[in-house]
């Protein structure tokens, strides 16, 4: 089964500083692992897709992630936050063999302090 | 613009009654899904389709039905409202393939009074 844990419910940094979101996932077979952003009350946009053809995996917006088979892990970086980038992300797993289902953590709000 | 549309974009609704959530893509993807995001739980899968003609059951299906008479549409019903469904639904498609995105609609914001 597919699972995904994202460890923390809010994050706050200050713009012009790293931020860091984490993303621990479970799967029983090779992941599709994905992040996408949701700015308030709007829909989801994608951010980044692992594709196994390399680790990190560069997004839009600056935005990387990456993929750590030892750990479970796909954080998602960015080396300096923007006011632009408060929102709530989302890590996401898929299991192709499993009828394509998506399935989302909980989701992480992002908030940059001025 | 290619992309998928979801109607109405909000609704207040009496429990008890019925209702049809629309969705339509334009972009021929063969899987469909329906989700509703409450707080702190992220998105939770409704009910999905693979192909027209099939559906399955996600994590929360109780309360929702759905069908998919062809590619594009995918309705999600909630038969008799009741204020626990007051949530925000989102649908998606996606194409077969090993990593490949899903796309989302806008969503329907569903008030249950």
């Known amino acids: 089964a597919q699972s995904v844990t994202q460890l923390d419910s809010h994050v706050s940094v200050s713009e012009g500083t790293p931020v860091l979101l984490r993303c621990n996932y479970s799967s029983s077979y090779s992941p599709s692992l994905f992040w996408y952003v949701q700015h308030p009350n709007k829909g989801l946009q994608l951010l980044l897709k692992?594709?196994?053809?390399?680790?990190l995996v560069k997004g839009i917006n600056g935005f990387e992630a990456e993929f750590k088979k030892s750990e479970t892990s796909f954080h998602l970086t960015k080396p300096s936050a923007h006011m632009s980038d408060a929102a709530e992300y989302f890590c996401v797993v898929s299991d192709k063999r499993n009828f394509n289902k998506f399935y989302f953590g909980s989701g992480t709000k992002l908030n940059v302090k001025p | 613009i290619a992309g998928i549309t979801q109607a109405p974009t909000s609704q207040i609704l009496a429990a008890g009654r019925r209702m049809t959530l629309r969705c339509t893509q334009d972009m021929r993807h063969n899987a469909m899904y329906w989700y509703r995001q409450d707080l702190g739980l992220g998105l939770r899968l409704i009910h999905y389709?693979?192909?027209?003609?099939?559906?399955g059951k996600g994590e929360v299906p109780d309360g929702y039905s759905v069908s998919r008479a062809n590619t594009d549409d995918f309705p999600l019903t909630l038969a008799s409202a009741v204020p626990s469904q007051t949530s925000v639904y989102f649908c998606?498609?996606?194409?077969?393939?090993?990593?490949?995105?899903?796309?989302f609609g806008q969503g329907t914001r569903l008030t249950v009074v």
């Open positions: 998606a498609s996606s194409d077969p393939g090993l990593y490949t995105e899903a796309f």
């Open positions: 389709s693979n192909t027209a003609g099939t559906t």
């Open positions: 692992y594709t196994s053809a390399a680790t």
